[in-house]
């Protein structure tokens, strides 16, 4: 599986973007380190029985934003967010269904500045959110593997 990655660093002193295909296997374990206000992009393939995403924190504060639609997810446009930890269970089929009983299926408009492809495609953002240094691993797995403990969380 190859995850396509690119990262924008919006500053003052430099607008800097860095593009390369990464080989990452669903299961492999990604660290990203990102500045305050710097965002990475990543794009998965998601298979048939879908994809568990897990984050946890290492240090500084981080938000994930996930779309099957918008190509570059944000906080004003994603289908799932994390914000610092968490995990989801990406099932597009169902995300699909969702989207229809919610009306907002692909009607050929998009929002300003996102590009919109449906398909088996999971688009994935982290954007550092603390100060300085913020550093987050992703995990992915296959299938539906979140669990729950006796306290229900």
Not at 52 to 80: E, H, M, W
Not at 98 to 126: K, Q
Request: with cysteine; proline share 4%; aromatic share 8%.
């Amino acid at each position: 599986m190859v995850v396509s990655y690119y990262s924008y660093d919006i500053s003052p002193a430099c607008l800097c973007l860095s593009a390369a295909a990464v080989p990452v296997n669903i299961s492999q374990l990604l660290t990203i380190q990102l500045d305050q206000g710097e965002t990475s992009y990543f794009e998965y393939q998601v298979p048939p029985e879908g994809i568990t995403v897990s984050v946890v924190r290492q240090q500084g504060r981080a938000s994930l934003f996930a779309s099957n639609k918008i190509q570059n997810p944000n906080a004003a446009f994603y289908d799932y967010r994390i914000d610092e930890e968490g995990e989801v269970f990406v099932n597009l089929e169902e995300l699909l269904r969702e989207r229809e009983r919610r009306g907002t299926e692909d009607d050929g408009s998009e929002p300003t500045g996102s590009s919109l492809r449906g398909g088996d495609v999971l688009f994935i953002a982290v954007q550092g959110t603390g100060n300085k240094s913020n550093t987050i691993e992703i995990r992915t797995s296959l299938g539906n593997t979140i669990t729950i403990d006796e306290s229900g969380k």
